[in-house]
């Protein structure tokens, strides 16, 4: 049985920063991409980052692009979001997800596996 768990979530000020962790068992991790998607309250769900098997190739929204770093340790099956530089429209629920494509963006809720999510509130 698959299980993604998401940590680190909570809120900050704008300008501050967080670092979320997403740990996966119960797959071969280093066969898998990992991504970080977000859904804000009215808005669709987005993808914000992601990374293919061995961390060599990643890609940002541009929504966070300069300001969130992803990377992956494939020893202890973690992925972490370093988010820097947070402002009010990163308020959202983020999502650790693992699949098996490239990239990762496309991943629906339906495919892949996906955690339960965790709250980022950025406040001004």
């Known amino acids: 049985q698959v299980q993604v768990v998401e940590s680190g979530g909570g809120q900050v000020q704008a300008g501050g920063s967080l670092r979320l962790s997403c740990t996966i068992s119960?797959?071969?991790?280093?066969?898998?991409?990992v991504g970080w998607f977000r859904k804000a309250a009215g808005k669709e769900r987005e993808g914000v980052s992601c990374?293919?098997?061995?961390?060599?190739?990643?890609l940002y929204s541009d929504s966070v692009k300069g300001r969130f770093t992803i990377s992956r340790n494939n020893a202890n099956n973690t992925a972490t979001l370093q988010m820097d530089n947070l402002k009010p429209e990163d308020t959202a629920m983020y999502f650790c997800?693992?699949?098996?494509?490239?990239?990762?963006?496309?991943?629906?809720?339906?495919?892949?596996?996906w955690g339960q999510g965790i709250q980022v509130t950025v406040s001004s």
């Open positions: 997800a693992a699949g098996a494509r490239w990239p990762l963006f496309g991943l629906t809720p339906g495919r892949g596996s």
């Open positions: 119960g797959l071969t991790f280093d066969d898998y991409s």
């Open positions: 990374i293919n098997w061995n961390g060599e190739s990643t």
